[in-house]
Every structure is written in structure tokens, then in C-alpha cells.
């Protein structure tokens, strides 16, 4: 179970992916959790130098799919919102060892960093020994756990727009306060100018089979000035009741609704809306 | 009062073992040739067993079921109901039907999915209200109910419920069973071997000395290894049998042991009372406990659900009936506190809402209803000893700023609302009844050798509530000699007399006394330089109140110990999110015989409370299935979940335990879901709350119902 490929750089990595029969593992906190009785081998991604830490460009903040949560929590880059959700991932011992590009490529609607990629219209960096490619994380998830990832792909690097790093509002509610899986986070983003908004963003965790976000709700508030919004903050707030059907499992959809509407609710509030 | 000298702490006998990692669990153990059984459990409720069709068995592989055993089909825990493999039909979802063995577990496993069962499935009894079948039925009460309630000022009349608790030990359950020339040796994870002991002697028609069974390092019981480990070893047994002298190891997963052992009974109360000028005058109180499908010891843990029905206080008039009913659901056993924990939530509860209703502060309220030294207990037993909660009220409100934070926090607003609940309650210390004299008749044996150390033989298990340190510190301290001479052995049916069960917070008391009597009785009698036998044996109490099983009257308790507690809580009206601020709890077990052991279980069992009061959810759902069998399912608190939390010990000493020692182990847990909910209806606003655990989601839908 503990044979493996351990390599160092990315293109030795791809290389490896080209075989059906091996892995990737970027941490392994969830892929542990499963059946571990596999014949395929794993590839250990956490020594792959093109694919660590935090790193910016005059455009974005780029975080490493194989950096850690806790890495990321250590780093005078990563943006607060990021490191807020990070810091309520599982418990110090899984943040040791699990990775922002495991945390995506897992596919869970419930991911905490995958809902701050979401907020942030983060795009990945995903390449295979075929080549290399860019695509927004929204469009990553096709829905019910299946992402659009090619069984020779990896996720290289996540790119955060510096435009898109707002002032944020964050809440995440689990079934207690460390080592429990999200039953609904959301994540908002909010910038004004001179009394008009001029970026909206609120992505939804948890509550649907992929992280909730729509930008056509978000537009109806965007560009408008404070009072205005105010005007029509209860319409806002009834279009995401309407648009948003969430899924039941460990609490109900009924709770799910609930809590989304009271935390986007607060949201507005704060922002004074 | 100068606190005792052997109340001091010292580096517990375990610590090295435990803290290096080096001590050696049930599972550990792997001995030469050893086999793995697993036992096919049924997948329904109820349903008859029309055919059981086993795969061909491969080479080196063992198949038993019921027609193997040699003796009853029983297992024997106070009654015999229970079987040990299903014959012809199984009343419980993980009911065992059949077992096997083999070299390689999952091998076993897999051989397991292709017995093919031929069943017709039943509709199941899963509503205590409407189910048939009644395994135990106590009335009993005292004065006129009805002209009570026919001349009060105000009626009140209340349901509570109460859901399952799992004791989510760290250890799984787990035994190593061989047979060796005609005697079968089990040794595993338990709570009480003489159980095991009389399990493996009934079902297999064995004299006593043809079993052995010994204690493994054991990870957490809190009841759950009361029982359950005798099934277990029945089945291990039975393969064993076959096995031709090589042992078999039965080691269940966490979800075949969350789904087929016991936990906590589920409990619907009706209370109902009268108040005349203010005054409480009367108690009517039905309570029913979901037994599950075998009766196991609910009449026991019933028993003590209704002797404690009462609380703390103290009524002329009052009826109770108490009911166990049988639904096809896993039997339930026990869990820290024993059915306590069921009927003081329902108690306390319901003294804060009377008195919410007449305007009074709950604490007032109970207060002037506190029952005293000489009063009568629920079953018209007596207090016989002081009863210090006035001090620990005291203690407890100061400690916590309880009246300061109540009145606070009648005024405010936003989205966070704090509360704060107070709740009081005793536990009744010790087995129930007369049953130490009449069915334990508890001996221990001291044991000296020829250099001058001494062994402490008894059959009672630490398992991790720190036993083996706190008997070698009775016996070391009697004996004035250094601790580091005196050792508790792990419990060895062969070598240990039978001291009874390590339930109902009787160890320390009950068995160190014993322990106490017998180090007196060596110290008097020492000689240096040979070996020395000395034993003691339990006597009753002179001043006991015979406890008359059948009317449910007399001293259902030789003493109590009692505890005052505080919760502080916030709560998120956007989520229904709490958040424990604030645990302040006054105990009283009599004198600690160790202040850290005693002040560690305390706080265990306060955060035990706690889970029971908000995140430990598990119910059956209609089929009859635990659906939550995980621990990323049942959430119990982890370290990030631990609030402050202040324990001050009360020392009322109890003339009959060594140097005042009372019952402890259970004590910090059954008032303290109480506490909780109390702060947390204050924390909405006044929204009553009526059965625990209570969730994020039940708050969140209650404060948006009431427009908070």
C-alpha cells in the first residue's frame, strides 16, 4: 500500500499519469478513507516542486495544488478569506497533510477551499503529458462529484484574481468545531466605491450536489447604489429562495435553505445592505 | 476541614503503559495460529428464518450456529431472553444468526455475504407507545395524588424524550477465545469478567473452573462493556470449540459495534404536577424506557430511572409507574448514569418550567423544594445522610456568576443570545437495592509475599477510570506502606475472587472499602518474611431500608452523591449553532481518593452531558435501522469542543466508604442535559424544550418559528 512514485518534478509526474493504473494523491485524507485494497499505485504529488506553495504574479495569487492547508494558513499571501475557511478545515493533523488541489480535484460540494476558489472566480491550471490547459473552477464541476478532469490530467496550480479579493463575509456551520465535514458554508464577497457596489460575489457550500453560485443573481445588485440595492434587497433574497433546492443528507433541505438565506441575509446587512 | 491525605494525587499505575503507547489492547494480542470470526447479523427488524444456506466451507474455516451450543441458548443477564445465536427467527436489526472463522478476517467477511437466508420478513414493533410487549411494569408512590391535583392552585402536565447515547468507547469491543484441554480461556475488553464467566458456563454446560476469563487493557466502557461483552464471547466461544486449540479473535469494526451493542435507553416521560400556593404538593410520573428487542438489564436501568424520577426534591404525593417495552430495535443496556440521566432531564426540565410559569427564577423554585437529611426518597426510602447541595448551590451559582448572567441575559438582542441553565441532581451510589448482599456478596483477597509486597485481588476492571491506582492507594495508605508495593491485578477469574461488576459507580465505595477492611485486618496481622492471605466480605449497612423489589419501596441506595451544575451557552439565531461558554460543576462523591482521578471524571462526564444534550443524535429510522454508524456521523465533542470547565469538590463523607468514599463514576453526567437546554431555552428566548439531545437544526427552526 505505501509503494509508490514520489516524483520531484512536474513533467516526471505527467509522465506517470500517462498509465491508467497509477493514482494521484496530493495528501490523501480522503482518498485514505476509501477502499485502500487498490492494485493501482499511488503518486505521491507532495515533493512536486511546480506544484507547491504560494506564489504571485501582477495579476493573480497562485496557489500550488499540492500545498497544504497548513501551509497556506503559514503564508503571508494567502488572502484572509482563504485562510479563514482553511483554518475550519478537519483538525491540525489532516491540514498537515491535505492539499488546496486535493481539496478541488475530490469534488465535493462541501470542500472549504473549493468554496473560496468558487467565490473568487479562481481558474486552474490543469495539464497532462498531452499538454496544458486553463479552466474556471466553476466549470470544473460537472455535478454530482464528476469533475472535468481527464484520468492523465492533474490540477497544477490554482489562480486567484487579485481583482476578485474583496472584502469578505464567511461562515462555515459543522456539526461541531473541529473535525466536522460542512452542512452549509458560504462565502461573500463585497467591494464598493463612492457608495456604489461595484463587485458581488456569494457561493453557497454544501448545499447542492456542486458549490451554488449565480452570477445572474448577483448582477441585480451590482452596480447599483446603496439605497437602491436596499430597495431591492428582499427581491434579492427571494430569487436566491427560489434558485437555490438544496439536497438533504446529514441535516434537511428545509435547514439548508434556511441557514443560506439568514447567512446571505447577514451578508447584505453587513455590507450595509 | 483539612483535606484527606490519600485525596492527593500520584502518577496513576497505567501512565507509562498508556502514554508510551506500549499497552496491549484486545486486538493487540495476535497469538500463534490465530482465527478471525465474524457473525452473520440479520439486516431486519423482525422477520422468521425460513432456511439458512451455508457457502462450502473452504479448508482451515469454522461455521457454528445455534445447534453447536452445548448448553441453553442463553445468555444470562439477569433474565435468560436473550440468545445467543437466532434459531428461527431474529427480533433486531445486527441480531447474530450464525458465526464463522477462518485465518484471514476478510476472507471470513466475504464468506459471510454468501451464506444465502431465506427470511419472511415482519412488519416490526418500533413505537414504545403502541408496541405489544412490556418487559417490566413498577408502581409505586406514597399520599393522594388525585385530592392533590383535584385541590391545586394549577395543574401542569409535560412530555419529555429522551434519544439513544452511544458510549463511543475508543476500543472497539473485542475477545481472544481458546479452548485448552476442557477449559475455555477468554480474555478481551470488558467491564465485568464474572459476567463473562457466567455467560460461557451457561451456554456451554461447563463447571466454573473449566472457564477463565481475564481482563485485557481495556479502551473506555461507560456501560457498554457491561453486558455486551458475553454475547461476544459465546460467539468467539463456539468457533473456539471447533478450532482444534487455536484461539479465535473476534474484534468488532465501529460500525458493526455502534450497530448490534447497546447504548443509552431512548425514554418518553409524562410528568405531571400540582402546585398550591405556590408549592409543589404533588408528582404524577409515567415513564416508559425503549428496551429493544431482549429485556438485558432494562429492569435494572428502569429501576433506577424511577428511583430517581423525583430528583432532588422533596413530595408528599406521588405516583409513578415506570415501563420497559420491547420494540424490535438493538437491546439497550448500560451508558453512565443508567437511566438517570433520562428521568432527571425530564425532572429538571419541568421544575424550571413550573416555575418559569409562576414568575420565580427556576433556582428559587427548586430550592424551596430541595429534600433534606431524613426526608423520603421516591421510593420512600430515607435520606440518611446530610444532603450538602445548599453549600454546593452556593459554590456552583458563585463560581459561575449564575444569577448575574441569568438577569442579563434577559435583555438583549443580535444575532449571538447567550443563556445560562442550572440543573441539580444526585446519583444514587451503588448497586440498587439489597442485591450486594443478596447476589453479589462482593469479596476481595490481599495478597502479601514473603518480601513484603502486596497484591490487591478483586474482580473489578480499571478501565480507565484509574482502578488499579486507586485500590493500591486504599491498601497502601491502610497499610502505611510505600504505593509502589502495592498492586491491583488485571482481573483473572482464576486467580481473583469475585468482587462484582464494575457498574453503578460501586467500585471505590463498595470494593474499597472491602479492600480497606481487609489492609486493617493484614496490618493487624502482619508478619515480615512469609506470605499472608487475608479477605473481606460485603455486610449490609445496619440502617438500610430493606428494598422491597416488588412494591418498589425501601432504600433504593445505601447513600447518594450529588452535583450542582451550571451551563453557559451562546447561541447563532442565523444558524441555531451553539456554543458552550461556560461548564461549572460542584460534585459530591464523599472524599476523592485521588483529587485528579476524581476531578478527570467529572470532567469527562460533564463533556459526555454535553454531546447527549446537542450533537450525539442517533435514532432508528423506520425500518429499525441505526443509520449513523460512524464517528463522521455520531459526532461526540472533540478537544476544539471543550468549553471552560471548573469542577469544585464537594466532601460530604459517607461513614461506610473508605475514609468517606462515594459512588463517582457516573455522577457528572445526568443533570447536565438539564443545564444545557435550561441556558439553552433561555439563550431563544423562553422556547420550552422537551426532549435531548436538542440540534442546530431543531434551534434554528424552533427561533424562526417563534419570529425571534
Known sequence: MVSGLHPRRLNEALAAMADPGVIALAGGTDLMVGETETERRFLYLHNVREMRGLRETPDHLVVGAATTFTEVLESPLAPPLLKEAVSGVASPAVRNAGTVGGNVANGSPKADSALVLMVVDAVLLIASARGERLLPVADFYLGGKKVDLASDELIVEIRLPKSRLAPHYYCKVGGRRALAISRLSFAGLFRQERGRIRHLAAAFGAVTDVIFRDRCLESMLVGLEIPEAKKLRQDFLAAYGAALVPTSGRVSKEYRRSVALNLLGDFLTVFGV | ?708
Open chain 2, 1 to 708: 476541614m483539612a483535606p484527606h491525605p490519600i485525596s492527593e494525587p500520584v502518577v496513576k499505575k497505567d501512565h507509562d503503559l498508556k502514554m508510551s503507547g506500549r499497552a496491549l489492547y484486545a486486538a493487540d494480542h495476535y497469538p500463534e495460529g490465530l482465527l478471525f470470526a465474524a457473525a452473520l447479523r440479520s439486516p431486519h427488524a423482525r422477520a422468521r428464518i425460513l432456511k439458512v444456506t451455508p457457502p462450502e466451507l473452504p479448508p482451515g474455516h469454522i461455521y457454528a450456529d445455534h445447534r453447536d451450543i452445548p448448553g441453553p441458548n442463553e445468555i444470562p443477564i439477569v433474565n435468560c431472553d436473550t440468545p445467543v445465536l437466532a434459531v428461527d427467527a431474529v427480533q433486531y436489526v445486527g441480531e447474530p444468526i450464525l458465526v464463522m472463522a477462518g485465518p484471514d478476517e476478510r476472507a471470513v467477511r466475504k464468506l459471510l455475504s454468501r451464506v444465502r437466508v431465506d427470511y419472511e420478513v415482519l412488519e416490526p414493533e418500533l413505537d414504545v407507545k403502541t408496541a405489544g410487549t412490556t418487559y417490566c411494569d413498577y408502581n409505586f408512590g406514597r399520599g393522594d395524588v388525585d385530592k392533590a391535583m383535584a385541590e391545586a392552585d394549577k395543574t401542569y402536565d409535560e412530555e419529555f424524550e429522551t434519544f439513544y447515547q452511544e458510549q463511543a468507547y475508543i476500543e472497539p469491543q473485542g475477545l481472544v477465545v481458546r479452548w485448552e484441554e476442557g477449559k475455555i480461556i477468554a480474555r478481551g475488553s470488558m467491564q465485568c469478567p464474572y459476567y463473562v464467566h457466567e455467560a460461557l458456563v451457561h451456554a456451554f454446560a461447563l463447571p466454573e473452573d473449566k472457564v477463565r476469563v481475564v481482563q485485557d487493557v481495556t479502551g473506555g466502557g461507560f456501560g457498554g462493556k457491561e453486558d455486551f461483552p458475553s454475547n461476544l464471547a459465546c460467539l468467539a466461544a463456539l468457533c473456539a470449540m471447533k478450532a482444534g486449540g487455536r484461539p479465535v479473535g473476534l474484534f468488532l469494526g465501529r460500525a458493526e459495534d455502534m450497530e448490534c451493542s447497546t447504548k443509552r435507553h431512548p425514554s418518553v416521560s409524562r410528568y405531571r404536577a400540582a402546585v398550591k400556593n405556590g408549592r409543589l404538593t404533588a408528582l404524577d410520573i409515567d415513564v416508559v424506557f425503549n428496551a429493544g428487542a431482549y429485556t438485558t438489564l432494562t429492569g435494572v436501568v428502569l429501576l433506577r430511572g424511577v428511583a430517581s424520577c423525583v430528583g432532588v426534591y422533596k413530595v408528599d404525593n406521588l405516583r409513578v409507574r415506570g415501563r420497559g417495552v420491547k420494540t424490535n430495535t438493538v437491546p439497550c443496556g448500560a451508558y453512565r448514569g443508567f437511566g438517570a440521566p433520562q428521568t432527571v432531564f425530564a425532572v429538571e426540565m419541568f421544575m424550571g418550567h413550573i416555575a418559569g410559569d409562576l414568575g420565580l427564577d427556576p433556582l428559587d423554585f427548586k430550592i424551596a423544594h430541595l429534600a433534606a437529611q431524613g426526608d423520603l426518597t421516591s421510593t420512600s426510602g430515607r435520606y440518611h445522610h446530610p444532603v450538602p447541595l445548599p453549600a454546593m448551590i452556593e459554590d456552583a451559582v458563585k463560581n459561575s456568576g449564575y444569577r448575574e448572567k441569568r438577569e442579563l441575559c434577559k435583555r438583549q438582542d443580535g444575532r449571538l443570545r447567550r443563556g445560562v441553565g442550572l440543573s441539580l441532581w444526585f446519583h444514587g451510589a451503588g448497586f440498587a437495592g439489597t442485591g450486594e448482599r443478596d447476589f453479589i456478596k462482593a469479596r476481595v483477597r490481599l495478597v502479601k509475599s514473603a518480601d513484603g509486597r502486596v497484591e490487591a485481588l478483586a474482580s473489578n476492571t480499571d478501565i480507565g477510570q484509574g482502578l488499579k491506582t486507586t485500590f493500591a492507594k486504599i491498601v497502601a495508605h491502610e497499610l502505611g506502606i510505600p504505593l509502589d508495593r502495592v498492586t491491583a491485578c488485571s482481573p483473572d477469574t482464576d486467580r481473583c475472587p469475585n468482587s462484582g461488576p464494575t457498574v453503578a459507580s460501586r467500585s471505590i465505595m463498595t470494593v474499597g472499602e472491602l479492600f480497606r477492611r481487609a489492609a486493617v485486618k493484614l496490618r493487624e496481622g502482619w508478619a515480615d518474611g512469609v506470605e499472608q492471605v487475608f479477605e473481606d466480605d460485603y455486610v449490609q449497612p445496619d440502617y438500610i431500608i430493606p428494598y422491597d423489589y416488588d412494591r418498589c419501596r425501601g432504600d433504593a441506595y445505601a447513600t447518594y452523591s450529588w452535583a450542582a451544575c451550571v451551563v453557559e451557552l451562546e447561541v447563532d439565531l442565523l444558524t441555531g449553532v451553539h456554543r458552550v461558554l461556560g461548564v461549572w460543576g460542584c460534585f459530591d462523591a464523599g472524599t476523592p481518593v485521588d483529587r485528579t482521578i476524581l476531578t478527570g471524571q467529572m470532567e469527562g462526564g460533564l463533556l459526555q452531558g454535553i454531546g447527549y444534550s446537542s450533537m450525539e443524535q442517533m435514532k432508528y429510522d423506520r425500518a429499525g435501522r441505526i443509520r449513523n454508524k460512524t464517528f463522521s456521523d455520531y459526532l461526540i465533542p472533540t478537544a476544539m469542543d471543550v468549553p471552560l470547565i471548573k469542577v469544585t469538590l464537594h466532601v460530604e463523607k459517607f461513614p461506610e466508604g473508605p475514609y468517606g468514599a462515594k459512588g463517582a463514576g457516573e455522577l457528572p453526567l445526568p443533570g447536565v442535559p438539564a443545564a444545557y437546554l435550561s441556558a439553552l431555552e433561555q439563550a431563544m428566548g423562553g422556547i420550552p424544550v422537551r426532549h435531548a439531545p436538542f440540534s442546530a437544526e431543531e434551534t434554528l427552526a424552533a427561533v424562526m418559528e417563534a419570529g425571534k
